[in-house]
């Protein structure tokens, strides 16, 4: 493995300490949310840390050569490249049916006043909607000019 591998496992590690020790040492109402990032930053932290001496130790290193190359070869297979592409058409689309749906279900929710400030909920989702058309389009364009 890398050694920025290690770097970035210390990195995530100390974040996540700094974000312990500002949840411990002040007394607000984000105390949980900082426990939160603490904890997301402390156990990615050592995990890359341990997955690093792990695949550094002399006997599996061949393991990882092995591990790295089949790696290469499932990213760069045709029929799953393909299939990632197609998934991710997919998500995308669903996406979309999601987003318009949930418009309505909080413009409806707004109307008889079960949810306050559903106007704000709603123009963001259409934003969002319209962002992601715009922005599906903006790609593919200009993944369009790169490879024609």
């Known amino acids: 493995m890398k050694k920025s591998n290690l770097t970035i496992g210390i ?10 020790l500002v949840a411990t040492l002040t007394d ?23 997955k690093y001496f792990y695949w550094n130790k002399p006997e599996n290193m061949k ?9 290469k070869i499932e ?4 029929l799953k490249v393909k299939l ?6 997919y998500a995308y689309e669903l996406s979309l049916v999601i987003v318009s ?5 909080f413009a409806i929710l707004g109307q008889f006043e079960i949810i306050d400030n ?11 909607f319209i962002f992601q058309i ?12 790169k490879y024609k």
Do not use: T, W
């Open 11 to 20: 990195m995530y590690v100390i974040v996540g300490v700094i974000f312990l």
């Open 28 to 50: 607000s109402g984000s105390d949980s949310l900082f426990y939160g990032f603490a904890g997301a930053g402390i156990m990615p932290g050592i995990m890359i840390i341990c």
């Open 63 to 71: 393991r990882y050569k092995e591990k790295l190359e089949n790696e």
């Open 75 to 78: 990213q760069h297979d045709e």
């Open 84 to 89: 990632r592409d197609r998934a991710g058409r």
């Open 101 to 105: 749906i949930s418009i309505v279900v």
């Open 118 to 128: 559903s106007r704000m909920i709603v123009l963001y989702l259409g934003a969002l």
């Open 134 to 145: 715009v922005i599906i389009n903006v790609i593919f364009n200009h993944l369009l000019k």
